[in-house]
């Protein structure tokens, strides 16, 4: 059912009542049943969103690295609040739960595209790329690969010892 429901949204931008009941009859449920699945996941929408769907991470290890600050620059420069979607229809905000890369904390969501490490000014310039159709690159912002440690790499920095390192003569 979730996979249908994405779908769904991904054609309409949002997910439509009348899109679940397509679902529903795709599947052989009762209507009640993907009501019940489209609401309880945040990532669905029932409302129409904006060309551009912010999402912020706000659960304690971004709001430990500065996501108040994060959303407190996106609120400031789109001038909407947690709900709401600009008046050009570009951008739509939401606070969310974990988006899962604790350790590139803070971070945000927009689309399918995640941006972490983030600072203010980072944030800044992501939104800006996007008022002007550009396609910033998603990842660590910082510089880092993936998730590595922020200090850089600490272990496995030399090559590998070959085989029969340190095991006893008599093997």
Known sequence: MIPLLDLAQRQHGWLPISAMHAVADVLKLPK?????????????MRKPVGKYHVQVCTTTPCWLRGSDDIMSCI???????????????????SEVECLGACVNAP???????????????????????????KKPKPGPRSGRFASEPAGGLTSLT??????????????
């Open 32 to 44: 009640m049943r993907v009501y019940e699945v489209a609401t309880f996941y945040t990532m669905f």
């Open 75 to 93: 609120k400031k420069k789109l001038n909407i609040e947690v709900g709401e979607t600009s008046k050009d229809k570009m951008f739509t905000l």
């Open 107 to 133: 971070m945000i969501q927009v689309n399918d595209d995640y941006y972490e490490d983030l600072t203010a000014k980072d944030t800044e310039e992501i939104l800006e790329d996007l008022k002007c159709g």
């Open 158 to 171: 030399e090559e590998p010892t070959g085989p029969g390192f340190k095991v006893q003569p008599d093997l």
